[in-house]
């Protein structure tokens, strides 16, 4: 089968779920907030499988903390949310800005504004809670990068984290809140978020049409991209969005590692734990595409902590698991995409067995086939090597032999049919 094929049947069913109501009726209507970007929130890990330090377990004192987000869509307003939900003690932030991205951990001159939290410069968000900024008019544009920075004069704790991203975050000591340049940052980095749960913007049509989520495990999360490159399926989604003229809101909520049906002490609540509670935290929201059960399917690591206390799991299992979350959405009134899971056999380090794979193939034919998503994307058909089925595609594979390239990543948003979402 040619790509152009491939990709034309990538995208296949009809969606059932009608659209959720985004205004009110009646006199002077509030605001229509949107979500821009965000991510996955888990809690602090001993994890050091990555190259960039984990900050997560020791967390932060008397410094300032940068982190650089790019949003979907632009608005004329802008607020921000931080997460605490992980935490073990109250959470005291000192300060909060937002600033214009100038590459790095440089803020644009002139463009830094404070975040306050109704009305006060400072705010202790309590230990499991979340908190949203009070508004800022600040223009934003489509795919717009932004700087937001945190100060901590108190110690935190362990730290409510992204463990894995392909984003750069930077730490100074002291209060560089306001501070333009990244020579206090450049000497501490890390490839993982912190507290930074989302991005919301106000949104006029066809943005406030609704927002879309990525959910799922190291595929929805962007693993095998290159960093700092915004070359993740959403991010590529999005761009594809704006370049048609129909730009939407993106949320990012896959967790690498994640398991659809067995929590994880390395990463995070199992799929049909945390669905629902990323449907009702994220703005606006439309349609979420889904990939989960790869990890489930995993050989267990004797020696690894991760992966050692991980059961087996039946086709039957993951298929109920499946039907679950999209019961969860629909009650939301939300479309769920179902994503096959792509060739899991062909990883540098052994990730499953045959019986998995067929479970895998299993797992996937119902997807395609059972009609219970209201449509499906054929990761699995996209990514997969026409010669060798049950192998990626070498030009679409990292080089950990599983998770998708920069290349495989934008031939999965190239499968989307846009007209459907």
Known sequence: MTLT??????????????????????????????????AAMQQATDDTSEDSPN??????????????????????????????AYGITPLHIAGATVARSDGGAKARPG??????????PTLTVPAGHDTV????????????????????????GPATTHRFTTATSYRAP????????????????????????????????????????VFGDSLMDGVGTSPDTDSRFSDKLAERLVASGRPRGMTNAGLAGELLLHDSPCYGE??????????????????????????????PQPEDP???????????????GHRALVREAHAHGIKAIGVTIIPLTSAVFPFTTPAGDKIRQELNHWIRTSHTYDAVLDADLVLAD??????PRPGYVSEDGLHPSDAGYLALASAVDLTAL
């Open 270 to 299: 199992k799929g049909i734990a945390r669905f629902a509670k990323e449907l009702r935290d994220r703005a606006a929201l439309h349609t979420v595409f889904i990939h989960l059960g790869a990890n489930d399917l995993a050989q």
């Open 133 to 156: 900024s009070d508004a800022v008019a600040m223009p934003t544009a489509n795919l717009e990068k932004l700087a937001v920075t945190l100060r901590f004069t108190t110690s935190t």
């Open 306 to 320: 991760c992966t050692k206390l991980r059961s087996p799991v039946t086709a039957r299992q993951l298929i109920d």
């Open 386 to 391: 026409p010669d060798h089925p049950t192998r």
């Open 5 to 38: 094929v491939a990709l034309a049947a990538a995208l296949t069913g009809a969606f059932a779920p009608t659209r959720p109501s985004l205004r009110n009726e009646g006199a002077t209507p509030a605001p229509l907030w949107t979500a821009t970007w965000g």
């Open 111 to 120: 463009t830094v504004r404070a975040l306050t939290f109704r009305n006060a």
């Open 55 to 84: 900050w997560s377990r020791q967390g932060f004192e008397n410094e300032t903390l940068r982190q650089v987000i790019r949003l979907s869509v632009g608005g004329p307003k802008l607020r921000i949310r931080l997460s605490n």
């Open 174 to 213: 002291g209060d560089q809140l306001r501070s333009p340049t990244a020579t206090t940052f450049n000497h501490r980095t890390s490839h993982a978020w912190y507290y930074l749960k989302a991005a919301e913007v106000t949104a006029e049509p066809p943005a406030s049409d609704g927002s879309l989520m």
